[in-house]
């Protein structure tokens, strides 16, 4: 679960704009890019090591791992890294750039919840085996 975090934050630094001027404009979108990979990383961490059902997300066991995280990770990436170009022409786009990532954030975070609730009513392997 460290590593995701590190690889969240990494991320994130990597989408901010450099050399840009600061101004209220960008705080909303901004704003946005962080609450959409923390979604983003919530989501990932709830399903570390399940069983995935996403076959473009699964590993070659069936469960999310390494790869699945990357996966994740490049979608969320591109998406920021297109907004941002599109934001650099067109600032005025910001509040529909920031609200679509507010709706993914809200997608996502729904995921993560959901996934928490099944960890927590599921029972662990060892109890399925026959003495």
């Not at 959409?36 to 590993?59: H, I, M, Q, T, W």
């Not at 996934?115 to 662990?124: I, T």
Request: glycine share 10%.
């Amino acid at each position: 679960m460290h590593k995701l975090g590190v690889a969240s934050i990494c991320i994130f630094m990597m989408t901010l704009p450099l050399g840009a001027q600061e101004s209220k404009r960008g705080k909303l979108w901004r704003t946005s890019v962080a609450v959409l990979l923390g979604a983003a990383a919530a989501d990932a961490g709830s399903s570390l090591g399940r069983v995935e059902r996403n076959p473009l997300l699964r590993s070659a066991d069936g469960r999310f791992h390494a790869k699945g995280i990357a996966i994740k990770a490049a979608i969320s990436g591109g998406a920021v890294a297109a907004q941002w170009l599109m934001l650099r022409k067109q600032p005025e786009g910001e509040k529909y750039a920031a609200a679509a990532n507010f709706m993914m954030s809200a997608a996502m975070g729904s995921t993560a919840v959901v996934n928490l609730q099944r960890r927590a009513h599921s029972r662990p392997a060892y109890l399925f085996q026959q003495p």
